[in-house]
């Protein structure tokens, strides 16, 4: 019983959605909407994501025999795809080594473009039954602008694939904190959601309204005092010079009295790539002010291979001293064909100020999509 209590917590830990990586973005200078269909990234990955991403820029054996005839389309209106991952978890149990093995994604997903400007967006979450289903116009707003209405997250900050970064979801079963990571946890629901955004050239901005989604009092109807919505703004710029690609962006997401805000950017310089986030947020967790942030160093070792450095800090209250949260992961991620990537880390966690020790923890993720 007590080992399989462990791996159910296990598995809530790691449990996380496939998003767009923003170091891609960064070193294509391009908004992550290049490979993705979802104008803010992440999920189904249109022709490019599947075509030059997924089968020639990303393996380590490009093109392949088996994949080489894929697109996901269906037919001229229809398409399709998905992400499936498996993680092998392994960490210290009173002074036991405890494994396991579990699926931690399956997703599917179904794009309907019913017009030249029109489309429908459905995902199917097999885990978790959190399914997102919007529909997007496109050109139908001056700059290249469109208009989404749907069931979806608001685009805030960096919509990282690891959602236990403390930037987004953080840990879901708690080390030491009340609260260890943002509001952007796999299990959130997703609100009703009315999103507009433009493009300027290399500047990218979106807003947002959506159904209140911070805490859970809402009845999710759209008949509720404007006061229970969240309003979200976001905006990224792509600006190059020479060989050097960067990104600059900011985010502000305002429900009630709560307050989330944050900037988040990265530099890109041949095989080396660095990303990262700091946000704060305001009457949340109490009257204090709550800091996370993410700091992510990436070596393009060669094709199909990256090295990887990662840390995150997390502190509920910065004004009281001790008790903040930081860790350091490091990794290896290696995609020897297309559409199947591995990912290998080791992940060393510390509570500033406690003498408590947290075991170091061991992943080995699988990850096929298509």
Known sequence: MVRIIIKLQIIIIFSSLLSAIPRFAIQEGASCNLCHIDPNGGGLRNEYGIIMTSKEDLPRS???????NYTGIIN???RVGGDIRFLNFNTMQSNQVTSALFPMQSNFYGYWKISEAGAVFASM??????NEIWVNWDGLLPMNGYLKVGKDLPAYGLNVDDHTSFIRGGNIRK???LQEGLIFSPYLSYPGLLEIGFNFGDIYLSQSISNQFINYSSSGGF??????????TRIEWFPTLNRINGMIGASLLQQGIVRFQGIFGGISL??????????????WLSDGTVLASLSELTYDFIQGVDLQVKFDFFDEDIDTT????????FGVEYVPVPFVGLNIQARLTE??????????????????WF
């Open 175 to 177: 080390k030491s904190l």
């Open 223 to 232: 008949d509720e005092y404007l006061h229970d919505k969240a309003f979200t």
């Open 62 to 68: 490009p093109g392949g025999k088996i994949s080489k």
């Open 351 to 368: 509570v500033i100020g406690s003498s408590e020790a947290i075991e170091p923890e061991f992943l080995i993720q699988l990850h096929t």
């Open 76 to 78: 001229d209106h229809i």
């Open 125 to 130: 979450d097999l885990l978790r039954s959190n």
């Open 270 to 283: 041949g095989k080396l790539t660095w990303v990262g986030e700091v946000d704060i947020a305001e009457n």
């Open 322 to 329: 001790g008790g903040a949260l930081q860790r350091l992961t």
